[in-house]
């Protein structure tokens, strides 16, 4: 390969940004996606341990996996304001202390003491580190899709997904060793402290693109400007797009497998397998994305993708054919790939709104992650697991119609 430095002009890059450190950008927000995945699914993976360890009911393990979701509310609605008061580097490097040591008080608190309530404590600090940088990292990839200026952000999920794998085989592989929850807590949180605060120092300031007023001089945005960025219609419309195809990411991460055993008479191994379909669908999804979306745009691969995931999940509730069903769970997968990190990146088109719109964004894609779970289990208490999933359907349906709402702002109409 040539030297970049020979054959491009400094200014390719802004604030002289040489491509070495643009790469290392892209990098450095890899390695945050897959450590934020690795967190999330270690725990998660050693559920019926903890449920064991702790000798709590099914209704108490719920109210303690609730507490993520408690500190997971929190972080989303302070992180547009920490955005702009420090900035996606430091949040993101706080994050990888905060939520590290949340995971560790967790495990500790489950296995010396059986003290539910400090754990309940510690896995609401860890829900909130965890979405705080959800939205850091989802901002800073953004900048960092912009200045290479081609698409990247569904590579950044994918590499969440290849987290979640590795974090639920750790998981895996822990329980068949018999390592207690608190060690494998430790160990994960110092990975997660070391490799996070790493890779944190590979990344830049998201306020390389920020726009300069008349007198030439950046003036941030205040507190009510990032509170009325609710108000404008492309920030709903986007979170529209966001929540509907997280809703049938977070539908089939919940309820799947169940949903192949109770809907399609298969037995549980083989609903295992169904899910890890569907989750083998959407990463491929997010690894070809890119090549898709820059070549047919954001507002026709959201369309094609609604109606992808439509018509998978059709398949799947009303096709009694197993293997035709399945082919139905690929293309649900398929078309729920890029429907959220395409949202975040319409979110940050707008460098003077983007910790603003992406937090606003991201606040309302969450809501399909924390009551979509017990909305789904209570109509599929009545209705039956399958039925229940007409209501992602809609949803999915609803993102289709806003898809137009994504288009590139950046570019002009000849482009």
């Known amino acids: 390969m040539a030297d970049d430095s020979a054959t491009a002009p400094t200014a390719t890059y802004p604030a002289g940004l040489s491509r070495r450190q643009v790469i290392a950008w892209r990098n450095g927000i890899l390695v945050i996606f897959a450590l934020c995945g690795i967190g999330i699914a270690s725990w998660m993976a050693r559920t019926p341990a903890i449920k064991a360890e702790l000798a709590v009911t099914t209704a108490e393990m719920g109210i303690l996996i ?16 920490l955005l702009a008061r420090f900035g996606a580097r430091a949040v993101m490097a706080t994050c990888f202390l905060i939520a590290p040591i949340g995971l ?83 160990i994960v949180s110092t990975v997660m402290v070391i490799a996070g605060l790493a890779a944190v120092r590979m ?22 400007t990032r509170l009325a960025i609710w108000k404008d219609p492309r920030t709903l419309f986007i979170g529209l797009i966001v929540l509907g195809m997280a ?17 399609h008479g298969v037995d549980r191994p083989t609903g295992a397998v169904v899910f890890g379909i569907f989750v083998t669908a ?11 979306l820059d070549r047919y745009g954001r507002v026709p691969v959201l369309r094609a ?5 439509a018509l998978g999940l059709l398949v799947f509730i009303f096709v009694p054919v197993l293997w035709i069903a399945v082919v139905g769970v690929v293309l649900w997968g398929l078309g729920s ?18 910790a603003a719109r992406v937090s606003a964004v991201a606040t309302i894609g969450y809501c399909a992650f924390l009551v979509g779970p017990p909305l789904i289990g209570f109509l599929g208490e009545h209705f039956g697991l399958l039925h229940a999933l007409l209501l992602v359907l809609v949803l999915i349906v609803v993102a289709g119609v806003a898809s137009g709402s994504a288009r590139d702002r950046t570019k002009t109409p000849s482009a």
């Open 305 to 309: 993708s609604a109606a992808l995931a």
């Open 247 to 263: 809703f049938a990411e977070g539908s089939a991460n919940d309820w799947l497998s169940l949903a192949a055993v109770e809907g």
């Open 104 to 186: 560790a008080i967790a495990g500790l608190a489950v296995t010396f003491g059986q003290f539910y309530w400090v754990a309940f404590l510690g896995l609401g600090l860890f829900g909130v580190g965890m979405a705080t940088c959800d939205v850091a990292m989802n901002l800073s990839g953004a900048v960092n899709e912009r200045i290479l200026r081609r698409t990247i952000m569904p590579v950044f999920h994918a590499f969440f997904s290849f987290g979640t794998m590795i974090g639920a085989g750790l998981g895996a592989l822990t329980e068949l060793l018999q390592v207690s929850i608190a060690l494998q807590a430790v």
């Open 282 to 292: 959407m990463t491929v999804g997010r690894l070809t994305g890119p090549r898709v």
């Open 203 to 224: 990344t830049q300031s998201e306020t390389i693109l920020h726009v300069p007023d008349e007198s030439g001089e950046f003036v941030p945005d205040g507190w009510r």
């Open 337 to 354: 790939a890029l429907g959220f990190p395409t949202g975040m990146s319409a979110a940050a088109d707008d460098p003077r709104t983007a």
């Open 66 to 81: 609730f507490a993520i979701a408690l500190g997971s509310i929190l972080g989303l609605l302070s992180s547009s304001h």
